[in-house]
């Protein structure tokens, strides 16, 4: 996804403007004139200019006809539906590490992620499914048994400990 | 002479099996540490701390040096063959050293590496054995205006580095700057920007955020490309040729001035408190391309901006020794630990030590010139063990490396919280470099930041807002002059640069 620079400097405006909107509510305290939204404020201020000079200097560009760009150029990836895919696979596998890795554990999710994302990525079943258990098995004996990780175990942990 | 007898003693220390062994583990483990993307030589460290707790002192430090040098170092490895520093260390030249890779130098890249670490390293161990405590009485005398400046002559650098624009670069900077606010302000312990979670209290962990930008970027960039090009394989991996070291003689004998230069100035930087390797290794990469015939080169694979950060990372390991030794104050995230493990060993470090126990010092110094010397071969085998890497297709590397990149995030925090802190900044890092906005800036942002606030608070609230106070002090001007020099020589530039632009596009 690519911006004008136009679009950007709207954008991180909008960031500078957040940033000084929320360091405003900071409390402040009395007799210390600087205080815990000094800081921020200055970085939003800031952030606030370059943007403005982003913006400045794109407008000035296309007036002068150095840039035609369109506003907004979607990444002609996402034009392939396997792009896609793939793309949606690696968030989702890390979504899933994140909202289930409690419940279901690190190691079936990988197993299940990997494998997903091997066939889309082209790879055939037998190696994708191997590489997908040797990569966890690999992944597990080095961060929960060598440097003592505590990796969730969830369901297998369950079964294993007998409180499933 | 006493110095002989303490001498003998420091060697009879250092030379035994149960240290060289240790040292030899220690390094191994470094080097796989630091060559994998997202952990870091402090993480090495951190995790060899509870081993140590069962050794002698001397096997014990040993363990510490070794592993935190090999770590620096084998950052690079990573970096040049996937463009993902290994370490925040590698990142200010990672550009250069993959370019040298796509155009089927990686072998040269990372031999000069290597070997420029190496000189690197023992001039760092040098100016420690010889100049520890004048050095360390200098940075003592530093207040918060001068680590002010010191913070933004470094933050300066870094948009001054970035080959791109230095206006994406300054809002890279700023977004870095603002992510290292998130947390307990330093000053008044107000919550700021933690929308209520308790996560965020301690503030925005570096690493998943590095693995994000660095890693998860990466990878998202590769997936969308492996299926969009059918050849993203071919194109994509380094072609590794001939002997490890060939040319790299040549390049020492080229740029001895770039060496030494950049030797002094990371050993410096790394004396001096909160600034360690990766701010040596930025600024050395600066001056280097202020210095430079080339400087456009810079960020394409030029290998002079390489053997100038390169040298000046190693450097700063033994520079951040010399305040930590001398004073008990670290010079950057290691030393932290190693100080907290003399005291656990009882070897409260400060001046009292050189007096009461100079043997221990002078073997400190021994097991840092061990450790470069177990960097060579251990170099190398890792360079060529990480080359097998080389030989996997994209397509089977990169779903590896993004569980990696869960787990190393996860143990960050030992909590989810670190994979979604990687999520976020990861997809924030694609959109934005995507975007031509260059992503280092934003971690050294976020590295130097709270040091950064603090010293300015602390300063504002000393000098009760007068400004001129920040250029009071004879180094806090020296120092500020040179960033706002720096300011005004790149700001002049570029308006001079706008001004000679013909304009013979702008007629309709």
Same mark, same amino acid.
């Given at each position: ?9 709207? @954008? ?28 921020p404020?200055? @970085? ?8 403005l ?8 560009? %296309? %007036?002068?006809?150095s ?14 539906? %396997? ?17 289930l890795g ?11 992620? @990997? ?15 191997? @590489? ?33 | ?73 084998? #950052? ?35 031999? /000069? ?8 390293g ?14 360390a ?32 670069a ?17 000053? /008044?312990?107000v ?19 590095m693995?994000? =930008?660095?890693?998860l ?8 490309k492996?299926?969009?090009? #059918? ?14 070291f060939?040319?790299v ?15 002094? *100035?990371?050993? *410096?930087? #790394? ?29 394409k ?13 190693n ?74 890497? *080389? ?21 960050? /925090? ?11 900044? #990861? ?67 570029? =308006? ?13």
């Amino acid at each position: 996804m690519k911006f004008t620079d136009s679009v950007s400097g709207v @954008l991180i405006c909008a960031l500078g403007i957040a940033l000084l909107t929320m360091s405003a509510q900071f409390p402040s305290f009395a007799g210390q004139p600087y205080g815990a939204s000094l800081f921020p404020s200055i @970085l939003g201020t800031a952030l606030v200019l370059c943007g403005l000079g982003l913006g400045a200097r794109d407008l000035l560009q %296309r %007036r002068a006809g150095s840039t035609t760009a369109p506003w907004i150029t979607p990444d002609a990836a996402f034009g392939n539906a %396997r792009a896609v895919a793939a793309f949606a696979t690696v968030l989702l596998f890390v979504l899933a590490q994140i909202l289930l890795g409690r419940a279901v554990g690190f190691a079936p999710l990988a197993v299940i992620g @990997l494998f997903v994302l091997f066939r889309v990525l082209h790879i055939k079943t037998l190696p994708a499914l191997a @590489l997908s258990l040797g990569g966890t098995v690999m992944c597990w004996f080095l961060f929960a048994r060598l440097l003592l990780v505590p990796l969730p175990r969830g369901i297998i942990g369950r079964l294993i400990d007998g409180t499933v | 002479m006493p110095i002989f007898a303490t001498l003998a003693q420091a060697f009879q220390l250092v030379l035994t099996p149960e240290v060289f062994f240790t040292a030899l583990m220690a390094g191994a483990f470094g080097m796989f540490v630091g060559a994998m993307p997202g952990l870091t030589a402090t993480m090495a460290t951190a995790l060899l701390v509870p081993l140590t707790f069962f050794m002698d002192p001397i096997p014990a430090l040993a363990a510490i040096v070794t592993a935190s040098g090999m770590a620096i170092f084998a #950052g690079d490895i990573p970096g040049a063959m996937l463009r993902i520093p290994g370490t925040p260390a590698s990142a200010a030249y990672v550009e250069d050293s993959h370019r040298l890779s796509l155009a089927g130098k990686l072998n040269f890249a990372l031999g /000069t590496q290597l070997a420029v670490s190496i000189i690197g390293g023992l001039f760092g161990v040098a100016v420690l054995i010889v100049a520890a405590p004048l050095l360390a009485e200098l940075a003592l005398n530093f207040t918060s205006f001068e680590y002010f400046w010191l913070a933004a002559l470094g933050l300066s650098c870094a948009i001054f580095v970035s080959s791109g624009d230095p206006l994406k670069a300054a809002v890279s900077l700023l977004i870095g700057l603002a992510l290292a606010t998130v947390g307990l302000d330093p000053t /008044t312990g107000v919550a700021r920007f933690t929308f209520g979670s308790t996560d965020l209290l301690a503030g925005i962990e570096f690493i998943p955020a590095m693995i994000g =930008l660095f890693a998860l970027a990466e990878i998202l960039r590769g997936v969308l490309k492996l299926n969009s090009n #059918g050849s993203g394989d071919a194109e994509q991996m380094p072609q590794a040729t001939g002997p490890l070291f060939k040319g790299v003689g040549a390049v020492i004998r080229k740029y001895p001035k770039n060496i030494l230069r950049s030797s002094i *100035l990371g050993t *410096l930087i #790394g004396a001096l408190p909160g600034a360690g390797a990766d701010i040596a290794a930025w600024m050395a990469y600066a001056v280097s391309k202020r210095f430079s015939r080339n400087p456009d080169n810079y960020g394409k694979g030029e290998i002079e901006g390489l053997v100038d950060a390169s040298s000046a990372n190693n450097a700063a390991v033994g520079g951040a020794w010399i305040p930590a030794l001398v004073f008990g104050i670290p010079g950057d995230s290691v030393t932290a630990i190693v100080v907290g493990v003399l005291y656990m060993k009882g070897l409260n470090p400060g001046p009292m030590v050189f007096l009461q126990n100079p043997q221990l010092i002078y073997a400190v110094f021994l097991i840092f010139i061990l450790s470069m010397v177990l960097l060579w071969p251990l170099g190398w085998l890792a360079i060529r063990a990480a080359r097998q890497v *080389l030989r996997i297709p994209r397509s089977v590397l990169l779903p590896l490396v993004l569980v990696f990149c869960v787990v190393g995030s996860f143990a960050m /925090t030992n909590s989810a919280f670190g994979i979604a802190l990687m999520l976020v900044i #990861g997809l924030a890092g694609w959109i934005l470099e995507d975007n031509g906005f260059p992503v280092s800036p934003i971690i050294l942002g976020l590295v130097l930041g709270g040091m950064f606030e603090r010293n300015f608070m602390t300063s504002m609230i000393k000098s009760g807002g007068d400004l001129t106070a920040f250029f009071d002090r004879p180094i806090a001007m020296g120092l500020g002059i040179a960033t706002l020099a720096l300011w005004a020589l790149t700001l002049g530039t570029s =308006l001079y640069k706008a001004a000679r632009k013909p304009a013979p596009r702008s007629t309709p």
